[in-house]
């Protein structure tokens, strides 16, 4: 390590608190995104749940919002294609969507992702004629959620 870079990372103020979310805005943070990819890419015969999902393997704070969206594949189109450019579409007409994982993260799938939301797209292994995407938050939320139940946000998700 160079003197400048030791003199320049110790002069450096640490980061700041993280704002923590409510549970509205974590709920919000990926309901709206689902929206947005169900409209932008004209989803057929979607589902959605929201669940609150422990960011660490104790099940503690923090937690993050997370949707699980299914929706039927084209039969005229093989699903890893249909995958592909179901990505590119919201990248395309999504305002702030990127291609790929965002930094560090490495989820299996057809990946994009926001500044603060990723979905991976997906086969559903059982119904191989299903999709899914998969839409995950930060771990902004501090409050207890391990008795939290998962809530059907179709309606929300499909509403035009």
Request: charged share 25%; with cysteine; proline share 9%.
């Given at each position: 390590?160079?003197?400048?870079?030791?003199?320049?990372?110790?002069?450096?103020p640490?980061?700041?608190?993280?704002?923590?979310?409510?549970?509205?805005?974590?709920?919000?943070?990926?309901?709206?995104?689902?929206?947005?990819?169900?409209?932008?890419?004209?989803?057929?015969?979607?589902?959605?749940?929201?669940?609150?999902?422990?960011?660490?393997?104790?099940?503690?704070?923090?937690?993050?919002?997370?949707?699980?969206?299914?929706?039927?594949?084209?039969?005229d189109?093989?699903?890893?294609?249909?995958?592909?450019?179901?990505?590119?579409?919201?990248?395309?007409?999504?305002?702030?969507w990127?291609?790929?994982?965002?930094?560090?993260?490495?989820?299996?799938?057809?990946?994009?992702?926001?500044?603060?939301?990723?979905?991976?797209?997906?086969?559903?292994?059982?119904?191989?004629?299903?999709?899914?995407?998969?839409?995950?938050?930060?771990?902004?939320?501090?409050?207890?959620?391990?008795?939290?139940?998962?809530?059907?946000?179709?309606?929300?998700?499909?509403?035009?």
């Amino acid at each position: 390590m160079l003197p400048h870079d030791e003199e320049t990372s110790s002069t450096r103020p640490p980061p700041g608190p993280v704002e923590t979310l409510s549970d509205e805005d974590t709920m919000k943070q990926v309901v709206e995104p689902a929206k947005a990819i169900a409209t932008v890419a004209a989803l057929q015969d979607v589902s959605a749940g929201f669940d609150y999902e422990a960011c660490n393997d104790q099940g503690e704070p923090p937690y993050r919002g997370r949707v699980e969206m299914g929706f039927r594949i084209p039969d005229d189109i093989e699903p890893k294609t249909y995958f592909k450019q179901l990505a590119r579409t919201v990248v395309d007409h999504g305002v702030g969507w990127y291609d790929g994982p965002p930094p560090g993260k490495n989820p299996f799938g057809t990946v994009i992702h926001t500044d603060t939301v990723f979905a991976v797209i997906g086969q559903n292994p059982v119904a191989k004629e299903d999709g899914y995407v998969h839409i995950f938050g930060e771990c902004r939320n501090m409050n207890d959620h391990r008795d939290a139940a998962s809530v059907n946000v179709t309606d929300q998700v499909v509403a035009r």
